[in-house]
C-alpha cells in the first residue's frame, strides 16, 4: 500500500516489465554500471508507479546475491532509482526491508568497495530524511544500527552532490503525511493529535514492528542489550505514539 494520499489512478495499462531489466542492469558480466538500463528503469517507473513494489523486490533480492559486483551494481541501480522516483521508491525501499538488508551485508564484513557503498547511502539517507520522528524513520533506524556497532563511516566530498533530494514541502502534502521540522514528537503533540491520518498510523505501526523485531532478536543472556540505544529511543517513541494515539481516540470521540 502506497503512502496515504498518494494520487496513483487505477493501475495502468500493460507497460514493459521494469524489473525484468533489473537482472540485466546487475549482470556479473558487466564491466561497469549499464546507466542506460538503470535510467530505462527509472523512466517506466515514473510512467508507471504499480511496477515500484515489483523493482524493490527485484533489487533487494539482487543484493543477497553472494557476488560482490552483483551487489555492487543493485546498490548502483538502487542509488539511481532514489535519485530520480522520487517517493514511491523511499516508501518501497522502507518498506521491503531493504535497509536491513543493506545492513546485513555490512555485518558480513564483505567486499569493502560494496561496504563503503552501502555506508555512504545510509549516512547520506539518514541525512537527507532526519530523525526518528521524520516520515520513514527506517533510514535513521539503519544508519543507528551500523553507527552503535562502532563502523567508521566514510567521509563524503564536500562537493558531492546529495544522494537524492527531498522534495519541497507545500501546505498540501501529496503524500498525506506531514511532513515534520525537527523537534520530538512529544513537543508536536497537542498541535498534531487532530490531523491524525493514515500515514501517521502506518508510521507508527513500522516503529512498533521494528521494537517488536529488536527485541524478538535480543540475546536472553545478555542483560544489557536492552539498553541498547536504538532500542532505548524506539521505546520513548512508542511511549510518545501511545499518549498521541490515545489523545486521538478520545478527540476522535468527543467530535460524535
Known amino acids: 500500500?502506497?503512502?496515504?494520499?498518494?494520487?496513483?489512478?487505477?493501475?495502468?495499462?500493460?507497460?514493459?516489465?521494469?524489473?525484468?531489466?533489473?537482472?540485466?542492469?546487475?549482470?556479473?558480466?558487466?564491466?561497469?554500471?549499464d546507466w542506460a538500463v538503470n535510467l530505462e528503469i527509472c523512466d517506466i517507473l515514473n510512467?508507471?508507479?504499480?511496477q515500484t513494489k515489483d523493482v524493490v523486490k527485484a533489487v533487494k533480492k539482487r543484493l543477497q546475491n553472494k557476488d560482490p559486483k552483483v551487489q555492487f551494481f543493485a546498490l548502483t541501480l538502487l542509488e539511481t532509482m532514489m535519485k530520480n522516483c522520487g517517493e514511491y521508491v523511499q516508501f518501497e525501499v522502507a518498506e521491503q526491508h531493504v535497509l536491513q538488508e543493506m545492513v546485513k551485508i555490512i555485518q558480513k564484513k564483505n567486499d569493502m568497495q560494496v561496504r563503503d557503498k552501502i555506508?555512504?547511502?545510509?549516512?547520506?539517507?539518514?541525512?537527507?530524511f532526519g530523525g526518528p520522528g521524520s516520515?520513514?524513520?527506517?533510514?535513521?533506524?539503519?544508519?543507528?544500527e551500523v553507527k552503535t556497532t562502532g563502523v567508521v563511516f566514510p567521509k563524503r566530498p564536500m562537493d558531492a552532490p546529495p544522494i537524492f533530494?527531498?522534495?519541497a514541502t507545500h501546505n498540501s502534502e501529496t503524500y498525506g503525511s506531514p511532513r515534520y521540522s525537527a523537534g520530538s514528537l512529544s513537543d508536536r503533540m497537542s498541535s498534531d493529535v487532530e490531523t491524525l491520518s493514515l500515514g501517521d498510523l502506518n508510521k507508527i505501526r513500522n516503529v512498533t514492528d521494528l521494537l517488536n523485531d529488536m527485541v524478538y532478536?535480543?540475546?536472553?543472556?545478555?542483560?544489557?542489550a536492552i539498553n541498547d540505544e536504538i532500542i532505548t529511543d524506539l521505546v520513548t517513541q512508542?511511549?510518545?505514539?501511545q499518549q498521541k494515539l490515545l489523545q486521538f481516540v478520545s478527540s476522535s470521540g468527543n467530535s460524535y
Open 119 to 128: 555506508l555512504l547511502l545510509l549516512d547520506s539517507w539518514q541525512e537527507a
Open 135 to 144: 516520515k520513514y524513520p527506517q533510514y535513521h533506524w539503519a544508519y543507528l
Open 217 to 224: 532478536a535480543l540475546n536472553p543472556s545478555d542483560r544489557m
Open 1 to 33: 500500500m502506497y503512502p496515504s494520499g498518494a494520487m496513483v489512478g487505477a493501475a495502468p495499462a500493460a507497460r514493459p516489465s521494469a524489473s525484468s531489466r533489473v537482472e540485466k542492469a546487475t549482470s556479473h558480466l558487466l564491466m561497469g554500471p
Open 165 to 167: 533530494t527531498p522534495p
Open 47 to 50: 510512467a508507471d508507479v504499480w
Open 238 to 241: 512508542c511511549r510518545s505514539n
